[in-house]
């Protein structure tokens, strides 16, 4: 079996730059490698209605936005299977046998799930869907024996839980029936949880702090005008950090040492900039201005991907629907395997119709 890639995200509004840098870019580059067989993505809508069960429109307008992100960050749908999850029902079935094998007390200590129900509120009043919903990824990520899952560090205890499923499973039902995943995090560091441009330790659409990958070369420059830096920094003559700054933080996860050559001449790479900021003598505003022509050379191909798809939406949804297909094939036939294992295929045992014939009338 070759390396197969499993990833994915919550059509619950536009896909944003820290999306970009933790795991869209990296996709794109594993998708462009050759190196893996069959590469899945998945609009995790069902996922979505967790917690927003009571707005599913909300999440049915943002099939498309995803899609669109998708497609204008470069996934190929000739290479990669992009699909809807709701589409494939083989992961809910796969769901409720794995709730067998996991304890209320194990998903208690999942320490994503803790964070998100407190930023959610739920501590009162956890849905269960959305309590469970380690559960519904291990479905997603085993149906299709995916090996690697490019996630940023925040899901680290998602995948740890889907591998203890896939021990357990494999324990209880037989080896090697379903394939153990690895989570492939970003090379850099910093993009593994790109900050808010307020500073918050996570670019979130309920924080109203991102950059989407959807807005206009306008907004993104009124937005870095806007970041959070050094509250220190009153002066340009008053030396600067670079630890904390969210100017620099971004700079860290989009900079490449060319951008110096085509916008600040000044500098040859990185390093000298935040030299020069720390000891002084650079204000807020040069690097802010820096950081927007960065941007832009890193969008504008985006947003240009994204005009074409605008005007070919019938064409997006032919790409869903075929990935659809194609991923609830796939699903079906790692269930089937998995009900063979768990000894439920009754229908398709023919050992076990010719035992019960046996047993009952060679009497």
Same mark, same amino acid.
Request: proline share 5%; net charge negative.
């Given at each position: 079996?070759?390396?197969?890639?499993?990833?994915?995200?919550?059509?619950?509004?536009?896909?944003?730059?820290?999306?970009?840098?933790?795991?869209?870019?990296?996709?794109?580059?594993?998708?462009?490698?050759?190196?893996?067989?069959?590469?899945?993505?998945?609009?995790?809508?069902?996922?979505?209605?967790?917690?927003?069960?009571?707005?599913?429109?909300?999440?049915?307008?943002?099939?498309?936005?995803?899609?669109?992100? !998708?497609?204008?960050?470069?996934?190929?749908?000739?290479i990669?299977?992009?699909?809807?999850?709701?589409?494939?029902?083989?992961?809910?079935?796969?769901?409720?046998?794995?709730?067998?094998?996991?304890?209320?007390?194990?998903?208690?200590?999942n320490?994503?799930?803790?964070?998100?129900?407190?930023?959610?509120?739920?501590?009162?009043?956890?849905?269960?869907?959305?309590?469970?919903?380690?559960?519904?990824?291990?479905?997603?990520?085993?149906?299709?024996?995916?090996?690697?899952?490019?996630?940023?560090?925040?899901?680290?205890?998602?995948?740890?839980?889907?591998?203890?499923?896939?021990?357990?499973?494999?324990t209880?039902?037989?080896?090697?029936?379903?394939?153990?995943?690895?989570?492939?995090?970003?090379?850099?560091?910093?993009c593994?949880?790109?900050?808010?441009?307020?500073?918050?330790?996570?670019?979130?659409?309920?924080?109203?702090?991102?950059i989407?990958?959807?807005?206009?070369?306008?907004?993104?420059?009124?937005?870095?005008?806007?970041?959070?830096?050094?509250?220190?920094?009153?002066?340009?003559?008053?030396?600067?950090?670079?630890?904390?700054?969210t100017?620099?933080?971004?700079?860290?996860?989009?900079?490449?040492?060319?951008?110096?050559?085509?916008?600040?001449?000044?500098?040859?790479?990185?390093?000298?900039?935040?030299?020069?900021?720390?000891?002084?003598?650079?204000?807020?505003?040069?690097i802010?201005?820096?950081?927007?022509?960065?941007?832009?050379?890193?969008?504008e191909?985006?947003?240009?991907?994204?005009? !074409?798809?605008?005007?070919?939406?019938?064409?997006?949804?032919?790409?869903?629907?075929?990935?659809?297909?194609?991923?609830?094939?796939?699903?079906?036939?790692?269930?089937?395997?998995?009900?063979?294992?768990?000894?439920?295929?009754?229908?398709?045992?023919?050992?076990?119709?010719?035992?019960?014939?046996?047993k !009952?009338?060679?009497?």
């Open positions: 079996m070759g390396k197969v890639i499993l990833t994915g995200d919550r059509p619950t509004g536009r896909l944003h730059v820290g999306h970009y840098v933790g795991s869209l870019r990296r996709r794109v580059e594993l998708q462009n490698s050759g190196n893996y067989s069959d590469i899945y993505i998945m609009i995790a809508d069902a996922q979505a209605l967790t917690d927003n069960a009571e707005h599913p429109e909300k999440v049915r307008q943002n099939i498309v936005e995803v899609a669109l992100d !998708y497609l204008s960050a470069g996934m190929d749908p000739e990669s299977t992009i699909f809807i999850q709701s589409m494939v029902p083989e992961l809910f079935e796969m769901t409720a046998y794995y709730m067998n094998l996991v304890t209320v007390s194990r998903l208690q200590r320490p994503t799930v803790k964070s998100e129900i407190h930023m959610r509120n739920f501590e009162a009043s956890i849905p269960v869907g959305f309590f469970t919903y380690p559960i519904s990824q291990a479905a997603d990520i085993t149906a299709f024996q995916a090996n690697v899952v490019p996630a940023g560090e925040d899901q680290m205890p998602m995948v740890e839980q889907t591998r203890e499923i896939v021990h357990k499973f494999n209880v039902y037989g080896e090697d029936v379903l394939t153990m995943p690895e989570i492939l995090l970003p090379d850099n560091d910093v593994r949880r790109l900050p808010g441009i307020d500073g918050k330790a996570k670019m979130s659409k309920s924080l109203n702090n991102c989407y990958l959807a807005d206009s070369k306008e907004d993104v420059k009124k937005k870095v005008m806007s970041m959070f830096t050094d509250p220190n920094h009153l002066k340009i003559t008053d030396p600067g950090q670079v630890e904390g700054n100017v620099f933080t971004y700079l860290d996860a989009f900079c490449k040492d060319e951008y110096f050559a085509q916008f600040l001449p000044d500098y040859k790479n990185l390093d000298e900039l935040k030299e020069h900021y720390q000891r002084g003598g650079l204000g807020d505003v040069k802010k201005k820096f950081l927007n022509k960065v941007l832009e050379a890193e969008l191909p985006i947003r240009e991907r994204r005009k !074409y798809w605008e005007q070919n939406i019938p064409k997006v949804y032919e790409i869903l629907k075929a990935g659809s297909e194609k991923a609830e094939s796939v699903a079906a036939a790692t269930l089937a395997k998995m009900k063979e294992a768990m000894k439920i295929n009754y229908f398709e045992d023919s050992a076990l119709i010719a035992e019960q014939i046996e !009952y009338q060679g009497k």
